[in-house]
């Protein structure tokens, strides 16, 4: 009995051993298979995102379509329970995905009145599709005019029937 | 028989429009689920891609690592056979996945380095991360500098060699 343990531990060993040496180093690096990125990053994965600022501002005019823009941060907490909520919330998926352009960001743009108080996250602003910025489309924290909570979205929806009523430009 | 085959038609008739009538046209609309969007595009699901210019130009500053934009059109079938060929050459993706920040972008930037002789697809630019564009690394088109076909796949990988040595920035 003794002898039938100790032969089978040494056949472990030597399976042990065959296994490690028949993977070899060099095919086998630490990267396991990654998950293709989206453009949507969780805030939505059936609506359509523009890629860049440039982008969306183009569809904006040739669809006649608000623009909403998203700034958020992938590891701030933040970001990821409006996320949470905004992807759930079915009225603003819908509106969003018939209604407007869209577009989230995970780094600032060039242009400063995408930040008209400041660089921060999460944050969502309206553009007109005349390519003005609806500041004065804001939620409701008067220290950071642009950023929801999760519990907002109900102003945030509102907010987004506010984008669709265009601004008229003067001539 | 031929009353059989009238009989048959009848029934084939009344299945029809049962199931046409019984299709409820507001629950069923024409969009069916849709495939999220992937920053990569097919040009390598695997890599990491940057999403904007400004991102990509952030990280090849804090990375060191030089930057490759790949400009093109999800329906320019130049653009389409150049993407299989760069997504299947293990050398570029390998390459591209370790030494590169890497960018494609079916919208132009506003910056004008980027397009030296011309906006057309497709066309790959390098920029260093000192963040100059390296209008002196072309493919082998007088008439379209920064065009490759399927077939220049090794002229590119020797770009890319190129690319990673940086230009020496005078002080």
């Known amino acids: 009995m ?4 100790e032969l089978l531990s040494v056949l472990l060993v030597l399976v042990t ?7 070899p180093e060099k095919t086998t690096p630490k990267k396991e298979k990654r998950i293709p990125q989206t453009l949507s990053r969780g805030w939505g994965d059936q609506l ?12 904006s005019r040739s669809k006649n379509k608000p623009l909403m823009v998203i700034f958020h ?3 701030c907490p933040h970001s ?9 919330d079915k009225d603003i998926q819908k509106l969003a995905d018939e209604e407007f352009v869209i577009l989230n960001l995970v780094y600032e743009t060039t242009d400063k009145h995408l930040s008209p108080d400041g660089q921060y996250v999460p944050r969502i602003l309206f553009v007109d599709p005349s390519m003005t910025v609806r500041a ?8 950071r005019l642009y950023a929801y909570e999760p519990n907002d979205m109900k102003l945030l929806l509102s907010n987004m029937q506010r984008a669709m009523k ?6």
Chains 1, 2 share one sequence.
């Open 2 to 5: 003794k002898m039938l343990k």
């Open 17 to 23: 051993l065959s296994s490690s040496m028949g993977k």
């Open 48 to 59: 359509i995102w523009a890629q860049t600022y440039e982008e969306a501002l183009f569809w």
């Open 73 to 75: 941060l992938e590891d």
């Open 80 to 88: 990821q329970t409006l996320k949470k909520a905004f992807a759930e």
């Open 136 to 143: 004065d489309i804001t939620g409701r924290y008067a220290n």
């Open 166 to 171: 265009f601004l008229k430009t003067e001539l």
